[in-house]
């Protein structure tokens, strides 16, 4: 009996460990995946916009910056979001009108730092090329969009670069 009850608990451990390395590779694998994604944008949008690598060394560090601050807000307004549509019914009014007012201010501050970095941009880059910017981000989540309704897996696997016959169809 008590063989039995040390197999159990050694194939117990055994499992949560599989599972943590697992866990592991996942995020390992989700994180390696943003990251081609990224990649894959920078490159998309270079070529799209057709910016000189005098203009790219300008551009990326503040385009970087710029994408980073946005991603933070987005990571709040999601959790905020999240947060208010599971425990809807849990929450009291008060909290309920603390969760969509700050989910207002975070709009706003979007908005601000779009304004910012839109006079950013425009300093280092033309007015046509900025136009150009905003169009192919448009486009580019348009592609990736598609992609994933049609439920075809992106090129992040290899890391390829997206296929531009995807774009014919947006």
């Not at 989910?103 to 941009?121: G, N, S, T």
């Amino acid at each position: 009996m008590n063989y039995s009850v040390r197999n159990i608990a050694l194939l117990f451990l055994l499992a949560l460990q599989s599972i943590s390395v697992s866990s592991i590779a996942q995020h390992d694998k989700k994180k390696d995946r943003i990251e081609c994604l990224k990649s894959q944008k920078v490159a998309f949008l270079t070529e799209r916009v057709g910016l000189s690598s005098k203009e790219g060394q300008k551009f990326w560090p503040v385009y970087n910056e710029f994408s980073g601050r946005m991603d933070s807000l987005w990571s709040i307004k999601k959790e905020n979001l999240d947060e208010l549509y599971d425990s809807k019914n849990k929450m009291t009014n008060a909290q309920k009108e603390a969760a969509i007012d700050l989910h207002i201010e975070l709009e706003l501050k979007k908005a601000e730092l779009e304004k910012k970095y839109h006079r950013k941009f425009k300093s280092i880059l033309s007015i046509d090329k900025v136009i150009k910017l905003y169009g192919a981000e448009h486009e580019f989540k348009k592609k990736m969009l598609h992609m994933i309704r049609d439920g075809k897996p992106s090129s992040c696997g290899d890391c390829n670069q997206l296929p531009d016959d995807e774009l014919s169809k947006t």
